[in-house]
């Protein structure tokens, strides 16, 4: 079975660029959650979907973050204009919402470093 | 914030012994359990799961004690191996679907 699927799973670019991580989902899921890990804060949600719809984004750090879900199967995590203090391990997750105590499955993850 | 284990401490064990890693949790709400692994350059795993209904569940080689008096859970994993060192992760949901992880605990396996 197909798990998360994230992409690119490194991603090197100078500050100020644009940085656009891309996730799959697992099939038949309809939650998807964005988190971030760095040594010094662990895993922190950023943001997750329910059915397409964003419900929580209160973990987004900047207005220079940005995430959509276009449909049930793609989603991005944009971060626009990129900084230093940005680098990173991005995981996207997705589960079953609706029904209660569901885990969450994780994709490998982006490593994102901003030079 | 409620938070679920405060420190990343690394429990270094012999091929072949046991070993228990412990995660502490603050939300004394919190209805549901996981413990993840994570290893080098990948995602955390799902390893079990618990809800606060049990004390105790078990899985192959794996053991999730849930102990709600002191908010203390536990990974028991049988007979460790090469393959069982990685980060392993406690987190906790409230009848929500935010998980809030802890920092982890690094399992080092000696041979």
């Known amino acids: 079975d197909a798990g998360v699927i994230q992409s690119p799973r490194h991603e090197v670019t100078e500050m100020g660029q644009e940085v656009t991580l891309r996730c799959k989902p697992i099939s038949g899921h309809n939650s998807l959650f964005w988190y971030r890990q760095t040594m010094m804060r662990g895993l922190e949600l950023l943001i997750y979907f329910n059915n397409n719809v964003p419900i929580d984004d209160s973990g987004m750090p900047e207005d220079r973050f940005s995430a959509k879900m276009p449909n049930a199967s793609f989603s991005t995590l944009k971060i626009q204009p990129s900084e230093p203090r940005d680098s990173a391990v991005y995981f996207c997750?997705?589960?079953?919402?609706?029904?209660?105590?569901?885990?969450?499955?994780f994709g490998d993850g982006t490593r994102l470093s901003i030079l | 914030g409620e938070s679920v284990g405060l420190h990343l401490p690394t429990l270094s064990v012999q091929e072949g012994d046991n070993s228990i890693i412990n995660c502490a949790y603050s939300?004394?709400?919190?209805?549901?359990f996981i413990w993840y692994k994570q290893e080098s350059g990948k995602g955390p795993q799902f390893i079990i799961d618990?809800?606060?209904?049990?004390d105790k569940r078990q899985g192959q080689r794996v053991t999730v004690l849930l102990n709600k008096t002191v908010k203390h859970l536990s990974l028991q994993i049988a007979a460790t191996q090469p393959g069982d060192s990685a980060v392993y992760f406690c987190?906790?949901?409230?009848?929500?679907?935010?998980?809030?992880f802890g920092p982890g605990t690094r399992l080092s396996v000696l041979p």
């Open positions: 618990i809800r606060s209904n049990m």
């Open positions: 987190a906790e949901n409230n009848y929500g679907q935010n998980f809030v």
């Open positions: 997750a997705s589960s079953l919402q609706g029904a209660s105590n569901q885990p969450q499955h």
């Open positions: 939300n004394s709400a919190s209805d549901y």
